[in-house]
């Protein structure tokens, strides 16, 4: 590709445009389909990095916004910010990035703004050319992170010194503007003196880096290393392999491990938690729990899994109508204030509507009855209730919870003495519906195995040994364990993808299963890749074929959370990790299962649809055999937890068979060895029993 080429390419590329008190920033995305939560991972991660470099221990950042742009190019034919809005899209207004030193934050978005951070393609080939362009990229970064440190000096100081402070702000940002040219406009001569410097310089700095790693203790960092890997799941005969010979999983690992291994004061995880099994996300949770009182290390967290973000993360910062909001606890601590919130409040309005309406009655039977009489008495009596209910309507307390003072609470011109009541919405918007399965016509287990054998070659050791299961309508059964222990295999004989070199499976006459992959989501990727005209809609189309209606289709789509255009406009390759999990249950779920077989379901959710998922499978009549290391899911779905505030009035499945003298059930195993080991304490059995593992590795 020539540079021009490149160049008028970049030009159409969206771009986002961020804004703050201190500096401003443009992050080139090169895709048209950008994620605004995405983005605003990667722009506090830039805005860290440059609080970073002028050494501040608490990170405050006021003003901060942040837009979406169609490309470089219809920006600069804007002439005014009221044309300027119509193409942007906002995604923050005014926020306030705030963040204390050594505080563990868990970051909290809904899916379709996105749960990974996005990264622009690269050419593979190394050439001088790309050498040089990083290279300028990197001196361009060091000045923009300079200039934060000129402009407040510039800021900071008055009179001849302030003078002198903002020409030389002016000579820097001079400066940075032609570093900023000299990336966007590459047509130099590769042999000319200039790049020749440059290259020489890029050497300099390349063997000033080496300088700096020889100096650190190669025998701690090794140990150090050792000890991650192995906690993350690395066996000693995988820490011998080529990393290019690894799988993706694998090598998401690998990667966590050299983010974990660096001396940061700073540190963002983005799902952490994805590819790990579950005694790896408890070491992982006990390794973040000692950087508190090791590091001091402030740490962002962006997660699915409720139980991680509960245990590591000490405030939440949630992105929430254009703004971050802050609380000073975990994601459940937040849940029980926002519910306290919303009970205390609601009571309050409902109290003065009460209020109201006595002495709305009381105002208008005064009126009438002066009116009447001529009695200039109640006229100023109702005068007086009007000014007492205006004055009274609202917020009787003030911001800290105390006694409402005008002086303090509501400072300025106001159009109300008291600020009107405002209940806060609750975050779980989201809802699922599954139909119930056809009646089976007569009982029976819907699926059995006994005495199950099973191994990949004929002399290849034995996966499963001896394994029994029997599942019945409205049964709940949970399989945990760790990575490689056979569960996937377990899952492939029940869906006979796999038949059992030895045992028997029988199902019912009349098993309709529906089968969540935890591969479903690259199988949507690779259709959408084959064909970009498909939607969801176009997908389930297909599978269902003149079983549903196009108006049914839409609805049932709706309710799993994909509603409108989203389905019926959105590309399969636009949508996002949580939109194509909702594409891939309504795959399963449209023909009315009997048994739902799902195998790492939550990956890719976010936590608000992760609850209003286990909601519906706890609702679901039919049988769930749920594969996952989610603990809140196996808890709530497996073994009934249900939450403080669940309404009694909710339909239990365990009623609907009742009158079928069945008592169905609701069981979590653990594989081992290849045998199904029946778990008394459920969920918090196994964890225990991992904890004690974790202890001893850590200790080591």
């Keep these: 590709m020539s540079a021009e080429t490149a160049s008028s390419a970049e030009e159409n590329e969206p771009f986002v445009v961020a804004t703050c008190q201190q500096t401003r920033f443009h992050l080139a995305q090169g895709s048209s389909d950008v994620c605004p939560y995405a983005i605003v991972v990667s722009l506090i991660a830039l805005l860290l990095l440059a609080k970073i470099a002028i050494a501040v221990s608490q990170v405050s950042i006021k003003g901060l916004n942040v837009a979406i742009v169609p490309s470089r190019a219809a920006s600069k034919t804007k002439k005014s910010k009221a044309k300027a809005a119509v193409h942007e899209l906002e995604i923050l207004t005014n926020a306030e990035l705030k963040l204390k030193p050594g505080v563990h934050y868990g970051l909290l978005g809904r899916n379709g703004t996105g749960k990974s951070i996005l990264s622009s393609g690269a050419d593979d080939k190394e050439d001088e050319r790309a050498q040089i362009r990083r290279y300028r990229q990197l001196r361009h970064n060091r000045l923009r992170i300079q200039l934060l440190e000129v402009q407040n000096n510039a800021s900071l100081k008055s009179g001849a010194r302030g003078i002198q402070a903002r020409k030389e702000l002016i000579e820097f940002e001079k400066e940075v503007a032609e570093s900023q040219e000299m990336i966007d406009q590459f047509d130099e001569d590769l042999e000319s003196p200039k790049i020749q410097e440059e290259l020489k310089a890029a050497s300099e700095l390349l063997v000033d880096l080496q300088t700096q790693m020889e100096c650190i203790s190669l025998v701690d960092l090794e140990t150090r290393a050792r000890s991650i890997l192995r906690g993350l799941g690395f066996a000693e005969a995988t820490l011998q392999k080529p990393f290019i010979t690894l799988s993706g999983g694998w090598r998401m690992r690998c990667m966590l491990a050299c983010v974990l291994l660096q001396s940061t004061d700073i540190m963002i995880l983005d799902e952490p938690t994805n590819f790990l099994d579950l005694l790896g996300i408890i070491w992982l949770q006990e390794h973040l729990i000692g950087l508190r009182t090791t590091e001091k290390k402030t740490l962002i967290i962006v997660s699915h899994d409720r139980d991680f973000v509960d245990h590591i993360c000490e405030g939440i910062i949630l ?382």
């Design 319 to 700: 992105l929430k109508d254009k703004s971050l909001v802050y609380f000073p606890g975990n994601l459940s601590a937040y849940e029980e204030d926002l519910r306290s919130r919303i009970l205390y409040l609601t009571r309050m309005q409902e109290v003065q509507d009460r209020e109201t309406a006595r002495i709305e009655k009381t105002i208008s039977a005064s009126i009438k009855l002066g009116k009447k009489t001529g009695d200039d008495n109640k006229l100023r009596m109702a005068k007086s209730h009007q000014k007492k209910l205006e004055d009274h309507a609202g917020m009787q307390v003030g911001a800290s919870g105390g006694r409402f003072k005008l002086s303090r609470d509501r400072m300025g011109w106001n159009d109300t003495k008291l600020a009107a009541i405002e209940i806060p919405k609750t975050e779980q918007s989201i809802s699922m519906t599954l139909f119930d399965p056809p009646d089976l016509r007569f009982p029976g287990p819907l699926v059995s195995l006994e005495d199950i054998h099973y191994r990949y070659t004929s002399k290849g050791e034995l996966i499963l040994r001896g394994l029994g299961l029997n599942i019945h309508m409205g049964d709940r059964v949970g399989v945990v364990g760790l990575n490689g222990c056979g569960k996937s295999t377990l899952i492939k004989v029940v869906t006979e993808a796999l038949s059992p070199v030895k045992g028997i499976v029988t199902r019912h006459p009349r098993l309709r299963m529906g089968f969540y992959s935890q591969h479903a989501i690259e199988e949507l990727q690779s259709l959408g890749g084959d064909d970009p005209s498909r939607t969801a809609l176009n997908i389930l189309a297909g599978d269902a074929g003149d079983e549903m209606t196009e108006q049914e289709l839409r609805g049932f789509l709706g309710s799993l959370g994909l509603p409108g255009r989203t389905a019926s406009d959105v590309p399969v390759a636009k949508l996002s990790g949580g939109q194509l999990v909702r594409l891939a249950l309504a795959r399963i779920l449209w023909n009315r299962p009997n048994l739902l077989v799902l195998d790492e379901v939550t990956t890719h959710l976010d936590f608000h649809t992760v609850v209003a998922l286990a909601e519906a499978l706890s609702d679901f009549s039919g049988a769930v055999l749920l594969v996952t290391h989610d603990r809140f899911l196996v808890r709530r779905v497996i073994e009934g937890e249900r939450p403080d505030d669940a309404e009694d009035d909710r339909k239990d499945p365990d009623e609907t068979l009742q009158g079928s003298g069945l008592e169905h059930m609701k069981s979590v195993y653990a594989l081992k060895n290849g045998k199904l080991e029946l778990l008394p304490g459920g969920m918090m059995e196994f964890e225990r029993s991992l904890e004690k593992r974790v202890a001893k590795m850590m200790a080591k």
